[in-house]
């Protein structure tokens, strides 16, 4: 007999399913079981196992416990110190900027005379007039250069030079000398010297005598303010000395008679004061 | 052939929960392992109450010598107790069982003096069509012995010592154990189809013999 084996079903046969019926009768009456010995064997066994199970089970619990702890006992320690090394670091971190940054702290007046050099601006501004001067007196006795003098009310004084080197090297040393201090930007713009000062009255709008005395008592008034911060009073007052000078240059120019009375010589600088009498003296002459 | 068979494999019975307190009779073999593995005991005496019988019967009906039968036995249920911590219910538990039976079965029957024995009857085993090879005179010896006390079921126990071993092996784990042609291929690593057949050449032998043996027809 071939069977049929081509479906994943199976059914005994008839005959099959006899001798089936036949084995399980035979189990059941003949009762074929392991003695009572090897049953006690077999659950003794268990029950030991289930002892070493549970005595197991619990050192895995105090490893993984262990384990655990020990994962911890670290980043406890961190946070323990997180507190402090964040303390201590901030602490340097504004220790440092306050050495590196010290001036800005202590003394503000230096930030501002330092980063704008509004302080130092008058003497970078006032130009050595004597030594131009002289300077100038030089060049025109030397006969390599020469000197074509213009109208003084409209014209700038023109140096002609002469090629010949000896010339060239005293044009350069005099204008070596003649040389400003020009570190500040803002000198570039109120040259002081006799030609900047006409060309300027080209520009300047007239003033009146009354004016310039308003200014000056003005002047004065800001000289003697208390209330004013140090650096914000020599700020304004200097800029008010400027264009009083300047006013008074111009005035000196137009008006011959105009004499430089203590009113306005005692609220401008020494500087000022030896440049406007020196430009009074030669503007007399010249008129 | 695999000697430990890992207990992981699927089936639906491991989704179901571990009762607290239940009645053992009416869970199943996994949750009786789990329950085990959990620590309690009765379960597994319900478990071990439940298949001793056909586990012991395996033994019994595949080494003649009872002690040592009993010894495998044994080893068996020790290697269930080990394992039932790490259980994981993904197999059918009785083919896990078997599983470890037939391989504990192979592996010592190897290390026997009767290996040679063994041997021999498992090539004839590769051919599905082998049949009990019973010697004329050796049946009319043990028939006259037994000729009017010899019961069928006694002869069926003696056919069933005649099969080939293979043969033998899918009667009794079709007998015994109850599993389906598809868990006794599983058990012996072989296919359905193998299983299926042996099968049917097993049950075809057997009514030979007990026709030899009774002499009378079962069918």
């Known amino acids: ?287 | 052939m695999n000697s430990n068979s890992s207990p992981n494999a699927n089936i639906a019975e491991s989704t179901q929960p571990i009762p607290a307190s239940a009645d053992y009779q009416q869970q199943t073999d996994a949750v009786l392992m789990l329950q085990y593995g959990a620590g309690d005991l009765r379960a597994f005496e319900t478990l071990y109450n439940r298949h001793k019988g056909g586990l012991y019967r395996y033994f019994m009906r595949h080494i003649p010598e009872p002690s040592l039968a009993e010894d495998l036995y044994q080893d068996i249920w020790n290697k269930v107790i080990v394992q039932a911590i790490h259980y994981q219910p993904s197999a059918k538990f009785t083919t896990w069982l078997y599983t470890l039976a037939h391989n504990k079965l192979v592996d010592h029957v190897r290390h026997l003096s009767m290996v040679n024995k063994v041997l021999v009857g498992s090539q004839d085993d590769d051919t599905a069509e082998s049949s009990i090879d019973l010697k004329p005179r050796q049946i009319l010896n043990e028939a006259e012995s037994e000729i009017n006390s010899v019961r069928a079921a006694e002869s069926l126990k003696y056919c069933i010592a005649q099969l080939p071993q293979a043969q033998k092996d899918s009667f009794l784990l079709k007998e015994e154990a109850g599993l389906s042609v598809k868990d006794i291929a599983a058990v012996l690593n072989t296919s359905f189809e193998a299983s299926k057949s042996r099968l049917r050449y097993a049950y075809e032998n057997l009514r030979q013999c007990l026709h030899i043996k009774t002499g009378r027809a079962i069918l």
Not at chain 1, 5 to 21: G, P, Y
Not at chain 1, 133 to 148: G, W
Not at chain 1, 160 to 173: F, S
Request: a negative charge; charged letters at 25%.
């Open chain 1, 1 to 287: 007999m071939k069977p049929n084996n081509r479906d994943e079903s199976f059914d005994l046969l008839a005959h099959e399913k006899k001798i089936s019926e036949l084995y399980q009768y035979n189990k059941e009456q003949q009762g074929e079981i392991p003695r009572g010995q090897v049953d006690s064997e077999i659950m003794a066994m268990a029950k030991q196992q289930l002892s070493k199970n549970t005595s197991l089970l619990t050192q895995d619990h105090k490893h993984s416990q262990a384990a655990s702890a020990n994962k911890n006992a670290p980043a406890k320690t961190l946070k323990a110190w997180q507190w402090p090394f964040s303390l201590v670091a901030s602490v340097g971190i504004l220790g440092i900027l306050f050495i590196t940054q010290r001036d800005y702290f202590v003394d503000p007046l230096n930030i501002i005379a330092r980063d704008a050099d509004i302080v130092h601006e008058p003497d970078m501004l006032t130009p050595n007039f004597i030594e131009a001067e002289n300077l100038t007196e030089e060049i025109a006795a030397d006969p390599a250069i020469k000197v074509k003098q213009m109208k003084a009310s409209t014209q700038k004084p023109e140096m002609m030079l002469d090629e010949n080197p000896l010339g060239k090297e005293r044009t350069a040393e005099a204008s070596k000398r003649m040389s400003f201090r020009q570190t500040s930007k803002v000198l570039h713009e109120p040259m002081l010297d006799y030609s900047t000062l006409e060309d300027n009255s080209l520009h300047m709008s007239p003033i009146s005598l009354a004016d310039l005395s308003k200014l000056a008592e003005l002047l004065k008034l800001e000289l003697t303010k208390q209330n004013m911060s140090e650096v914000e009073a020599r700020a304004s007052s200097v800029k008010m000395q400027q264009t009083l000078f300047e006013n008074l240059v111009q005035y000196q120019k137009s008006h011959t008679e105009f004499t430089l009375t203590d009113q306005y010589l005692s609220v401008l600088t020494e500087k000022q004061v030896k440049q406007l009498k020196l430009a009074f003296t030669e503007a007399v002459p010249e008129n």
